[in-house]
């Protein structure tokens, strides 16, 4: 039960921290307003009413007893009521109305009709509060004769209830109006952490992220801050070691180009030949994959635009696109993305005849499918893969198969964008590789 009690609580809730401590700061003082204004209205306003519509009640009484023992001097004792009492009385022969003008929800109508009722019964009485602003309007029936009174309506309200209600509330929305303020200028900090870890997640060099807030915000920003440059410190030094082997290297390939230009022995020189350009293909490759990491801004890319791109770039009537009817805006780092999707697509060019590659998108998220009808991957084999420098089949030539890093260059890609890859079989028989991209 208290599982089941917690899920529901889960679910009517809100989920973010400025709406939790909106409540936190907001619920006791509504609860209080609510307390004190049952309290006010039930041991104050309420009885007050009472005291003041039987005491009103009694004079009617003692009006009608009156009238009923002197009917000699009716305008000296109506003028009399008026003037000290503020009433208004007329006697006229008839009957009592039909229609009740009594309101159901009043307080001030159902302490009148109870002590009206108590009085002088439930047949021998009418009353309208709400047909003037401010006077009620009682009739009795006295035999053949209906006394009609109109005082203010004063005598039976307290006209400070308005008052006190503007004055319960309108602190409290102001206090409430205060509290938010506050409550914005606190946990924005943790916002901006929030997507400053977002952007880093992705991949964006965050260098404008500055620590604010309270102390404890404060320092997990700043702790924050120091782990994104010790990351970008040594992606930075990773790359620049992978750009400078591969470059270092290529000056003695160059050299043993020369040499074997030059040999009479044309058959060894054309096999070394081979060899060498096999060895600055890999160098290349490296290169490619140290600048995967090469700091690039995020821009708004338009994906319909980019792949159609990337097809006129290719050039291959066996490249089939399908795109989404509307366009989509992705922020990336364009060349990044680019290098992904061209290993991909040249991949399957490789290994099959033809590559189809569809884009479509979910609510949060972009989803490209590149499928080819080539002989597949056995599933097993998934999860190697996307490993660096490996091969799925060891016999292939490298001029094929190449050195190994082209998935590995594509999952780091996509990984650093906060995308995710699946694989699979196509419905071509080939490979599906599924690429997740936020957006």
């Known amino acids: 039960m208290y599982f089941g009690l917690n899920k529901i609580f ?51 009484k003692i009006i ?10 009716l305008d000296y004792f109506t003028d009399s009521y008026k003037n000290n009492f503020s009433f208004e009385i007329d006697i006229q ?3 009592l109305p039909t229609v009740s003008a009594e309101r159901k929800f009043s307080p001030m109508d159902r302490s009148l009709r109870r002590e009206l009722k108590s009085i002088f019964g439930s047949e021998n009485y009418w009353f309208n509060t709400s047909k003037y602003k401010k006077a009620v309007e009682v009739q009795i029936r006295n035999g053949d004769e209906v006394i009609k009174f109109l005082f203010p309506k004063e005598q039976i309200t307290t006209s400070s209830v308005r008052l006190f209600l503007l004055w319960i509330t309108l602190p409290s929305f102001v206090l409430i109006l205060i509290a938010i303020l506050f409550l914005k200028n606190q946990t924005r900090p943790i916002v901006n952490l929030a997507r400053a870890a977002e ?46 082997i591969s470059h270092d290297l290529r000056t003695p390939l160059t050299r043993l180009k020369l040499q074997l230009a030059m040999l009479n022995q044309k058959d ?21 994959f140290a600048k995967t990491q090469a700091q690039e ?25 399908k795109l989404d009817e509307k ?26 005849k033809n590559v189809y590659v569809s884009v479509s998108k979910t609510i949060n998220r972009l989803i490209i499918i590149v499928e080819d009808d080539g002989p597949g991957v056995p599933q097993e084999e998934y999860k190697n893969i996307f490993k660096p420098f490996y091969r799925l089949d060891k016999s292939r030539g490298l001029n094929k198969s190449g050195v190994g890093l082209g998935l590995s260059i594509v999952e780091d890609i996509v990984s650093s964008h906060g995308g995710s890859i699946q694989l ?4 071509y028989k080939g490979l599906q590789i599924k690429v997740f991209l936020p957006f």
């Open 10 to 60: 889960r679910k009517i809730f809100p989920k973010t921290l400025f709406y939790r401590s909106l409540i936190i700061v907001a619920a006791p003082t509504i609860i209080l307003q609510l307390i004190i204004t049952i309290v006010f209205f039930d041991s104050i306003w309420i009885k007050a009413n009472k005291g003041m519509v039987r005491s009103l009640v009694s004079q009617l």
């Open 64 to 73: 009608n007893e009156v009238y009923n023992n002197n009917k000699t001097n």
């Open 93 to 95: 022969k008839g009957i």
């Open 199 to 244: 952007r880093f997640g992705k991949g964006d060099y965050v260098n404008d992220f500055r620590a604010s807030g309270a102390s404890e915000v404060r320092k997990a920003s700043y702790e924050f801050d120091r782990m994104i440059k010790r990351i970008n410190r040594h992606l930075n030094q990773r790359s620049e070691m992978l750009s400078g």
């Open 268 to 288: 060894i020189s054309l096999e070394m030949s081979k060899d060498i350009d096999e060895m600055e293909k890999m160098l290349n490759t490296y290169l490619q």
């Open 297 to 321: 801004e995020s821009i708004a890319i338009n994906i319909n635009e980019f792949f159609l791109e990337i097809k006129n770039e290719i050039n291959n009537k066996n490249f089939i696109l």
């Open 327 to 352: 366009d989509t805006v992705l922020v990336a780092r364009k060349n990044a993305l680019k290098r992904c999707f061209d290993n991909l697509i040249q991949n399957g060019l490789t290994y099959g």
């Open 424 to 427: 699979s079989e196509s419905t």
